[in-house]
């Protein structure tokens, strides 16, 4: 729920007089620890107070990765009823997805064959965008790098190409995308903003491939950040919770997890396969099924995040996005101990089937 400016003030005004309070009436090491806290809460509180204001879409394009659905294409057809002059990367440029995203929008939006994995289709894309922007007379104010994709499977289960599979996606085309679109950026002292996850804030089991990429995602942006400082270029990290069967990447039907899951299984050694048992793995398939029915159903969320990412005159350096549990899990992630995350993690396994082998050992 948004807080409204009201409640921003009387909070920070609160906290400035009890910091104030502190820092004068007790001189010791202490008072001055709390009044500092206390003084940065309220700074903090007090940037929400600045108005952040938008920026005019008139002469300023986007270009959007990973646009065929989910995000990236809910994005495009928001950007573009904002009046921005939109380019949106399409792996299938010809499919259904891409072409139903052309007709619905203006002439504003170009489709953009692309293909993040692919230095040549990048560069092509980049020239391709380049001469839409002389047509257009705009400049580019924004790259949205937002295409990915998901796998899962435990360590042991996933095979080194799998592994390089997620990260060529995830990872490198997000960086190769970068680094050829970022002169155009600089030229425009624009901004680059990366779609990562909540996954690159914390960790949890059999999905590694995709969580490791996520954390960097995060370290990426973080340096970017500091080194697209100096030419005026803002670098934003959009962090999503749980919105997986609506991105077209995982999750998004019950065949979708079995059209990932039997090749997974089919290609384990068999050695694995008698370790882990059937039993086992499809206790895991089924735990995809309720991660599934446990995700959200609406995208606006995310898709404001992303619209304040590119058109906010002042964006958040990271948005996360999520009910309270998705706040919840970052704090606790973050700040606990690993004994005490590892021993929640254990209890949330217990009511599944153990591997094969050990069940054999206790019996």
Not at 74 to 102: E, K
Not at 147 to 176: D, F, H, S
Not at 302 to 327: C, F, Q, W
Not at 336 to 347: R, V
Request: charged share 25%; aromatic share 12%; glycine share 8%.
């Amino acid at each position: 729920m948004p807080v409204d400016r009201q409640t921003y003030f009387y909070s920070w005004a609160i906290l400035s007089l009890l910091a104030l309070a502190v820092y004068l009436g007790e001189d010791s090491i202490a008072a001055k620890i709390i009044a500092g806290t206390l003084a940065v809460a309220g700074l903090y509180i007090g940037g929400k107070l600045v108005p952040r204001g938008h920026v005019s879409p008139e002469g300023k394009a986007v270009f959007i990765t990973g646009c065929d659905t989910g995000f990236g294409n809910g994005l495009a057809r928001r950007l573009d009823g904002c009046g921005f002059t939109v380019f949106a990367g399409c792996y299938i440029p010809d499919g259904p997805d891409a072409q139903q995203l052309a007709k619905e929008t203006s002439s504003r939006l170009t489709i953009v064959p692309l293909d993040v994995t692919s230095d040549e289709s990048v560069e092509d894309a980049r020239d391709m965008v380049k001469a839409g922007l002389q047509r257009q007379r705009a400049e580019l104010w924004a790259v949205v790098n937002n295409a990915g994709i998901w796998r899962w499977g435990l360590i042991e289960w996933t095979t080194i190409k799998q592994y390089k599979q997620v990260a060529e996606v995830n990872v490198y085309g997000m960086i190769r995308v970068t680094q050829a679109f970022l002169p155009l950026i600089r030229r425009a002292k624009g901004r680059i903003v990366n779609v990562s996850s909540v996954s690159g804030l914390w960790t949890i089991p059999y999905i590694s491939s995709y969580f490791m990429t996520k954390y960097a995602v995060e370290s990426f942006s973080d340096a970017l950040r500091f080194e697209m400082n100096p030419w005026g270029v803002k670098v934003v990290l959009v962090e999503p919770g749980e919105y997986g069967k609506l991105t077209g990447i995982a999750l998004h039907s019950r065949e979708s997890t079995l059209a990932v899951s039997e090749p997974l299984w089919d290609g384990m050694r068999d050695d694995l396969r008698r370790d882990y048992g059937r039993e086992y793995f499809d206790g895991h398939v089924q735990r995809l099924h309720q991660a599934r029915e446990a995700c959200w159903d609406d995208l606006t969320p995310v898709l404001d995040a992303m619209l304040d990412a590119v058109a906010s005159g002042r964006p958040k350096h990271r948005y996360l996005i999520g009910e309270l549990s998705t706040y919840y899990l970052k704090f606790k992630f973050s700040l606990l101990p690993s004994w005490m995350t590892d021993w929640t993690l254990y209890k949330l396994d217990e009511p599944f089937p153990k591997p094969a082998a050990l069940r054999e050992k206790h019996d």
